[in-house]
Each structure stands twice: as C-alpha cells, then as structure tokens.
C-alpha cells in the first residue's frame, strides 16, 4: 500500500508562483504523475519523473527526490485558468495511486 | 485524436436500481482501468483489463460490481443493486499497454447520483 500526502488547499495571486508539495511511502517505485484537474472535469496529465532531479515543461515544472519519497509541482507565472486540483500519483507496479489532490485557487 | 469516451455524463437512480456505464478507450490503447473518485478526493482503482482480460480487479466490490470488455476495445460497468454510498464520479482511463512508464489519459466521468 501507499500513503501519500499533499496539501488540502492553496491560495495564490495571478502572476505568482505555487509550489505544492506531495510526499509518499511505497514498498515500490516506478515513477509519479502529477495531473490537473478541473471541477467537473477528467484529470489530465501534466508531468511525470521516475528519475531525480528536475522536469520542466513551460510554466510548469515537477521536481523528484527518491530517496525522500518527496516530489513537487511549481507553477510559474499563474493564470486564472489554473485554478484547479492538482493530484500528485504514484506508480507501484502496474498501479497508480492517487493522492486527495490539492486545490489550487488563483485570485486576481 | 479523440480521447477517451464515456457515458453518460450523469445519471440518477433511486436505490436498490442497477446501472450501466459505458467506456470507449483511445484508438489503440489496449490497457483500460475503471476508476471509482469520491468528492474530494483522488480515483481510485476498481478494475484494470490488457486487451479482454481483467488482470487486477482486487479493489472491485464484486458482490454487487462487475465489468467486462468482451472485444478488447469497449468496456461496461456495472452496479446492481446501486447503493447509496455508491454516488460519486466513475472514471474510465485507458493507456497504450505493456509499459511500466506510461501515461494514462482520462475519460470525462459518469457522475452517479444513489438516492
């Protein structure tokens, strides 16, 4: 099995920057997913590490530490539209285990 | 491309009723997972099929769910009877198959409502 912690809620003004911080303990590793999440709406993919270090991709980067069993998500340069949840998943195998997700509210 | 299909979007029934959801998968992609996301909360997985057969269905409830995916290619789940505490959003996902890396690609959900 797996836990896997994030926080509940994050509010943050248009332009800033978010950092969402997603911590696991798993008996194995084979890589962590994060997705977005619109109210209402199918997740869809946004990153994904099996290595550490750093991935960047445009305005949003996710960034692994194995050994931690620790990973975040930042997003730069915040848009109204990236208000939403953001879930944090881990790869066990074949199975993917989702975190609650963390609701990330951008304010003008 | 078109993505992954679902339907309905919503559905009501009244307790004690079966239901039905159906899933079409990406073109292709021949691993689907039904997926069960309470409010607040992330998916969690009911059932994953490579091609027609079920390969982890553990976490599915069987006394009352079942699914299938006859061809390989559509898929069904099914409650019966539905219970109250079996509202919430059920999400299908599929991905290409047979790689440990890959990326799942989400369906819109079907919103179950149990009253």
């Known amino acids: 099995g797996q836990n896997i912690d994030q926080p509940t809620e994050m509010t943050a003004t248009e332009g800033a920057i978010v950092q969402i911080n997603c911590t696991y303990q798993?008996?194995?590793?084979?890589?962590l997913f994060w997705y977005q999440q619109h109210a209402g709406e199918a997740p869809t993919f946004l990153s994904y590490n099996v290595l550490d270090g750093l991935e960047e991709k445009g305005r949003f980067s996710s960034f692994l530490s194995r050994s931690k069993g620790y990973s975040y998500l930042l997003l730069k340069e915040l848009q109204m539209k990236d208000s939403a949840s953001y879930l944090c998943a881990v790869r066990e195998g074949y199975k993917l285990s989702f975190g609650a997700g963390t609701t990330v509210t951008v304010r003008a | 491309e078109a993505g992954v299909v679902q339907s309905p979007r919503y559905k009501i029934i009244e307790k004690k009723q079966p239901v039905a959801f159906w899933c079409n998968p990406i073109?292709?992609?021949?691993?689907l997972y039904w997926y069960l996301q309470n409010l607040g909360q992330g998916p969690e997985l009911l059932i994953r099929y490579e091609n027609e057969e079920a390969v982890d269905d553990s976490q599915l409830p069987k006394d009352r769910f079942s699914a299938e995916r006859l061809k390989g290619v559509d898929s069904t789940l099914k409650i019966q009877p539905a219970e109250l505490g079996d509202s919430a959003v059920y999400l299908c996902?599929?991905?290409?198959?047979?790689?440990?890396?890959?990326?799942?690609?989400f369906g819109p959900g079907t919103r179950l409502l149990v009253l």
């Open positions: 073109s292709g992609h021949n691993t």
């Open positions: 996902a599929s991905s290409l198959g047979g790689q440990l890396q890959e990326t799942q690609y």
């Open positions: 798993t008996s194995g590793f084979n890589g």
